[in-house]
Each structure stands twice: as C-alpha cells, then as structure tokens.
C-alpha cells in the first residue's frame, strides 16, 4: 500500500469518527447486542430496525466506547449494511473478515476499504472486527424471523 493511499485512508478513518453515522440506538429498537473488546477496551452496542418482510435489515444504528478505529469501522458498518437482506449482510460480514486478514476485498467498496490498512496492526483487527460481530450475532439469532 502506498502512502497517498494510506493518507486517504486515515481521512476516512477519521470523518467517520468525527462524524459518526446512525449514532445512538432508537429505544423502540428491540433487535440489540451488545459487545465488548477486552484486549482494547471498546464497548459498542449494536441495533437493527428490519424491514416488513423481516429478511432485509431497514437500518443499523450503533453507540459505543472506544478507540478510533472500533468506532469508525461501527460508523462504516452502518452504512455498508444499510437496506441489505439479511444473507447479503451475512456475506458482506464475511468479506470483512477476510478483507483485515489479507484475503482480499471481495465484492467490498467505499470507505469500508479504508480499514484494510488495519490488517498490518493485528492487535487491531479485534477492534475493527467488534461491531462486525456483533452485528453478525443479530441477524443469525433473528434469521429467518418474521417481526
Ligand atoms: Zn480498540
């Protein structure tokens, strides 16, 4: 990766930080998991409004402690799942996973490859991971369930 790239990507970083997306949890929301990164300390909380048909996700919304890095991938990850069913959701979790361990982008675009960088700094990886996986807790324990 090159420096301008890397450049780019700490902006990213840090408008989503700055400004996070979908903050703060609606409190009519009853799909949330909570989760929590003891090697760095970040706390996020995870919610999801689904649509009528209850497989495609409306929004997901998000509010936490923690460093730069757990809140901007949150902030990220709100936005990448925006409207998704949930199987694509699912997927796109997945291609996450392996976009910060080096296996490549996959069907992934946008700001969300901004936290590629993070596969240099493993230590790193569980607070990009966090909401990612907390979110993954969501839609498996709510799939295929009509609400
Ligand atoms: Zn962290």
Redesign the pocket.
Known sequence: MNNELDQLYAEVIMDHHRDPRNHGCPHNCEHKEEGF?PL???KVLIAVTYKETGDSIRKVYFQGE??S??LASASIMTEEVEGLETKEALERIESFRSLLQGQGSGNLEGDVLALSGVQKFPV?I??ALLPWMTLKRILESEKGKKI
Do not use: A, V
């Open positions: 990164n760095c300390g970040d923690g460093c890095i757990s790193r569980k607070c």
